[in-house]
């Protein structure tokens, strides 16, 4: 029989990055469909709202992806008073927007750490349970910019699609165990990521400023983040390994229609246009 609430499938998640954004509305979503959620931020008095909201459903969970060893060190405490989670969310992230060559490596690398190679280590962590059971999600929250890169933010970019490369080899990977990966690409969504994004040096160069100008735009305009938890539980009710576009039309539906089709070189000339770079 198919399942109709995402419970039937998963009784327990994590989901990280859930004080703000995306990650509040996936933790919200879960918590309607009767999913018992474990929810992360560096500060979990950030979470004391959804906590009092929702008592013995969800636990707040400290947890900062700086620190790869103490992230995974958090995941394991948080796995073992679960029981083990059937469900992963790696949803936290920022952004940081500069000149490439004029910022600091040690931020772009700080970046790649916390959204990349540490995102990656908590997918290393959940999968053995997952597997040993037969049954789980692990579902990384990717970005459009894997497709369609975000100017002066190429951190952002690289450790999204590097995120979506080890969806996608885990889709494989995965394959009659029983677990399923989800590469979800949202679209621009008004959350608070654009008032947190780092502002590093290259940021104010007038090339710089007219692609802010644009990103902002899009990012005011974009759809609430519940928008994006329906997107997220009509997957998991799927209950199949896939990519998961979702955003206004032109977002999921158009632009990455245009991508597969038109030669690469129209699609960054589009891109430079829409960023006030052409
Ligand atoms: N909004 C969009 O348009 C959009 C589009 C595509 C993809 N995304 C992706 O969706 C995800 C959520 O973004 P959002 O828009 O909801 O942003 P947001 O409102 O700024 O929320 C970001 C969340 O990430 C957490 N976080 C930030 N740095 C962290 C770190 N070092 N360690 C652990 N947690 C950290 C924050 O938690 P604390 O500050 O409480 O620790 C917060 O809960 C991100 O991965 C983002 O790249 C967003």
Request: no cysteine.
């Given at each position: 029989?198919a ?15 859930t ?9 919200n ?7 018992r959620?474990?929810g ?5 008095a950030?979470?004391?709202g959804?906590?009092a ?9 400290t947890l900062?992806?700086?620190d790869?060893?103490?992230a ?17 969310v ?24 916390v ?16 597997l040993?059971r037969g ?5 990384n ?9 975000l100017?002066f ?26 677990v399923?990966?989800l ?6 969504y ?5 008032g ?15 692609a ?13 983040p ?9 997957a ?17 539906v ?7 089709v ?11 246009r ?5």
């Amino acid at each position: 029989m198919a399942a109709t609430r995402v419970s039937d499938l998963h009784r327990t998640a994590l989901v990280t990055g859930t004080s703000t954004g995306l990650g509040r509305a996936f933790a919200n979503m879960l918590l309607a469909e009767s999913v018992r959620v474990w929810g992360t931020s560096r500060e979990t008095a950030r979470l004391a709202g959804t906590a009092a909201a929702h008592p013995g459903t969800f636990t707040p969970v400290t947890l900062d992806l700086r620190d790869a060893a103490a992230a995974v060190a958090s995941f394991r405490a948080a796995e073992e008073s679960a029981g083990g989670f059937d469900l992963v969310v790696n949803n936290a992230g920022y952004g940081a927007f500069g000149g490439f060559a004029t910022a600091d490596f040690a931020d772009w690398r700080a970046q790649l750490e916390v959204m990349l190679v540490n995102t990656a280590a908590l997918a290393h962590a959940a999968l053995p349970g997952m597997l040993a059971r037969g049954h789980g999600a692990l579902v990384n929250i990717s970005s459009l910019a894997a497709e369609f890169p975000l100017p002066f933010q190429p951190a952002y970019n690289m450790a999204k699609a590097g995120l979506s490369a080890l969806s996608e080899s885990l889709m494989i990977e995965t394959r009659g165990t029983g677990v399923i990966v989800l590469d979800v690409r949202p679209g621009d969504y008004r959350t608070d990521f654009e008032g947190s994004v780092a502002r590093l040096p290259g940021a104010d160069a007038p090339g710089a400023k007219r692609a802010w100008a644009a990103f902002a735009r899009m990012m005011r305009s974009g759809p609430p983040p519940d928008h994006a938890a329906v997107a997220l539980r009509r997957a998991l009710l799927r209950n199949r390994s896939g990519t998961v576009r979702t955003g206004r039309f032109f977002q999921a539906v158009a632009g990455p229609l245009l991508a597969r089709v038109a030669p690469l070189a129209l699609s960054r000339r589009i891109q430079a246009r829409y960023f006030g770079l052409d």
